[in-house]
């Protein structure tokens, strides 16, 4: 019956398919059927054109599919990280989110240790010896520990 | 349709591709850090966005929040250095700052941060007195959060806070510190009440002794005046007879004749006319009266000569001192 159907639908069979994982994806989004959806699509276009062809049998049509849906998912993947621009960086980066900040010495700096306020939160810092009260400035952060400097 | 072997391979290569992408494809969501393992061990950590592993090979391992999280630390007993048994509970926030040592260096974070924390808020508050326990909530606070935020140091996250949130004494307890506090007021309403009569009772008595002193004086500067003005009255009577005598000295002696008789008659008149007298006071010596009366005849002889020879020119003679009404002046009793 599904051949039948297949048959009967001829090359508009992709596009279904493509549609209806875009869909899916659309649904459950998790950035997986989209790719599949696409490459669907893709053999869907090649279909019409090739439908008559004496190569374009399903098999053949399956193997396009499966290689398209893999380039599709490495070109969707340069695509997004090409355009990963975010306004906010820092998000979920707690220390990183912190440089540039001015503050207070809440504990002297010894042995390149000391303890500085932000954000009603104490953070350990490294940094040249210095007395406590001093202003600083975060320099840098690895992720626990700020790097300071006096300013 | 008969499936040839050809057509079956196609079908599980197409097949297996969809499995390979499932596997390949992470799309790790914001707020959240996948680690990856290939083989069992970790190798690197998948930022958010759209992720491609290496199936087969690499898996992910944990899937770690990295928001900051809210932690109930339950009620639990502290005895206070004092040996109050007080109950208390708290809260405490972490956050996730190196998803690897979160996920590898510790077994259960959530379970390891808390009971972290309720073994510090033990210590912290367990070193205190109850009443410094009350009061000093910001240095429990504080002294919490450097003792647990160092303490989780090596499982990479971040204790950003934590909140005592409740400290409650048991009901006796209690009971005896609200006492405590009444006590402590009426004390004060007391002590105040009492300093509150003393300086009014201060303030009357002062009013009274300045009133006596007043009073007092007044009483001294009326009796200096009053001498004052007998020794004025005095000088002027010493000055008057003086002057009388002088005059007398100089002139005739019937001139206190003069005044003798005046006096006299203006008594007897004084006594005449007094309307509530029932008593007429006649002088004691009638005779007096008559001897003055010829004393006031001398005086006219005296005065006007012998030019109107009276009917019966009354002999002239020296009123004896003795029989004189009293007209010493120091026995009128000064004017007050």
């Known amino acids: 019956m599904l051949t039948r159907v297949v048959a009967e639908l001829g090359p508009w069979t992709w596009w279904i398919v493509g549609l209806a994982l875009l869909a899916a994806e659309m649904m459950v989004p998790g950035f997986f059927l989209v790719w599949i959806g696409l490459a669907a699509l893709a053999v869907g276009v090649l279909s019409l054109l090739l439908w008559n062809a004496t190569f374009w049998i399903w098999e053949t049509q399956l193997i396009v599919f499966a290689i398209l849906a893999v380039a599709a998912t490495f070109l969707g993947r340069r695509l997004t990280l090409r355009h990963d621009a975010t306004d906010e960086p820092f998000l979920n980066q707690r220390g990183a989110s912190l440089v540039g900040r001015t503050a207070t010495l809440l504990e002297p700096i010894a042995e390149g240790r000391g ?28 992720g626990r520990d700020l790097t300071v400097e006096p300013l | 349709m008969i499936l040839g072997g050809f057509d079956i391979v196609v079908i599980a290569l197409v097949v297996f591709v969809i499995l390979v992408l499932f596997a390949g494809i992470k799309t790790v969501p914001q ?17 958010p966005g759209l992720n491609i592993i290496t199936p087969f090979i690499e898996r992910i391992g944990a899937r770690m929040n990295v928001m900051e999280q809210v932690l109930d630390v339950p009620t ?36 390891a941060v808390l009971n972290l924390t309720m073994t510090n808020i033990r210590s912290v508050m367990g070193s205190m007195d109850l009443d410094e326990l009350l009061s000093n909530r910001d240095a429990i606070n504080d002294r919490l959060l450097r003792v647990v935020d160092d303490a989780v140091q090596p499982w990479g996250i971040k204790v950003t806070r934590i909140e005592i949130k409740d400290i409650r004494p048991p009901t006796d307890l209690v009971d005896a510190m609200a006492r405590q506090m009444k006590a402590e007021r009426e004390k004060r309403a007391q002590i105040l009440e009492a300093e509150g009569s003393r300086n009014a009772q201060i303030l009357r008595a002062e009013g009274a002794k300045q009133s006596a002193i007043l009073e007092a004086e007044g009483q001294r500067e009326a009796a200096f005046r009053e001498a004052e003005a007998r020794e004025r009255l005095a000088e002027a009577e010493a000055k008057a007879t003086k002057m009388v005598s002088e005059a007398i000295a100089a002139g005739d002696v019937q001139a206190i004749n003069y005044f003798v008789a005046q006096k006299y008659t203006e008594a007897l008149s004084a006594i005449g006319t007094a309307g509530n007298s029932k008593i007429v006071l006649m002088p004691m010596e009638a005779t007096s009266i008559i001897g003055s009366l010829s004393g006031i005849g001398a005086i006219a002889k005296e005065v006007f000569g012998d030019g109107n020879s009276p009917p019966s020119p009354p002999r002239p003679r020296q009123v004896p001192p003795r029989t004189t009404p009293p007209v010493n002046p120091f026995n009128q009793a000064p004017e007050r």
């Open chain 1, 115 to 142: 303890r500085i306020r932000i954000d009603d939160t104490i953070w350990r810092v490294t940094g040249p010896n210095l007395p406590i009260g001093t202003q600083v400035k975060v320099v840098a952060s690895n």
């Open chain 2, 31 to 47: 707020g959240y850090r996948y680690t990856i393992e290939r083989f069992g061990r970790y190798t690197r950590t998948l930022e």
């Open chain 2, 76 to 111: 639990q007993e502290v005895i206070t250095r004092d040996n109050a048994s007080v109950a208390a509970d708290a809260v405490a926030f972490y956050q996730v700052l190196n998803a690897a040592q979160a996920a590898y260096q510790v077994s259960n974070l959530e379970n």
